[in-house]
């Protein structure tokens, strides 16, 4: 998770419940979590960079100015963006781990409630075949109550208020 060195995501962790989930599954998620942040974070950051104009220059540039200026510019837009899709990369990777959990032979069991969170978190972020086209934004969550999230309704089925 190096896309964190770079910003770690002021996030307040008190209006986060753990519930019943296991403590190994919720850090995986807690990892989801800070690192959607930090794609939303680079993402909006990208794009404003995007929208700023260079501040005009005291006299007229030349064409290698021009270009020096474009480029310069570009490369900042790229470096922001390479942020952004190693965060998306990172969640890829912690999602793909979480999947571990589930193997046949260990603890957690396809129909408990940690199950269920990683399946809506497949669902809404979407990470494969291609981490870039992720929907990274649908889970940086402010907050999450796992005891709340989860109704049962008509067999236990999942609703995302």
């Known amino acids: 998770m190096d896309v964190l060195q770079y910003y770690d995501p002021p996030i307040d962790w008190s209006k986060f419940a753990q519930g019943p989930l296991r403590s190994d599954f919720w850090n995986m998620f807690r990892n989801v979590v800070r690192l959607c942040h930090a794609y939303k974070h680079w993402d909006e950051e990208a794009k404003r960079e995007q929208r700023t104009r260079p501040p005009s220059p ?48 260990t603890t957690l069991s396809p129909e408990g409630p940690e199950f269920k969170c990683y399946r809506a978190l497949v669902l809404a972020i979407e990470p494969y075949p291609r981490h870039e086209r992720a929907h990274c934004r649908a889970g940086a969550f402010d907050s999450f109550d796992s005891l709340n999230r989860w109704r049962e309704e008509s067999g236990d089925r999942l609703v995302i208020i």
């Open 58 to 105: 005291l006299y007229p540039l030349s064409r290698y100015g021009r270009q020096k200026q474009a480029s310069e510019k570009r490369d900042a837009v790229r470096r922001l963006e390479g942020h952004k899709y190693r965060a998306a990369f990172s969640v890829s990777e912690v999602i793909s781990n979480m999947t571990r959990l589930f193997e046949i032979g």
